[in-house]
């Protein structure tokens, strides 16, 4: 039976869980993460051929991509 890699849809408000992401994305970032952690799911981009991965659009218009566990419902 088929079963669907995510849960999420395109446009989905989603929240970056800043503690999960941390050490892998740089301080400009991690600062605009603080200052609003929700973001617009706009697509969706395969990681390492075996997981998902999520481009979320930003509050300051960048998007920028995460796994789906560094992600929850906004």
Avoid: H
Avoid at 17 to 43: C, H, M, N, Y
Wanted: net charge positive; charged share 30%.
């Amino acid at each position: 039976m088929y079963q669907a890699a995510t849960t999420f849809k395109i446009g989905s408000r989603l929240k970056v869980e800043l503690d999960r992401v941390r050490e892998r994305i740089p301080s400009r970032l991690q600062e605009q993460i603080k200052a609003d952690p929700r973001g617009t799911l706009v697509k969706f981009k395969m990681t390492d051929g075996q997981g998902i991965g999520v481009v979320l659009e930003l509050s300051n218009g960048s998007t920028c991509w995460f796994f789906e566990n560094e992600i929850s419902r906004a």
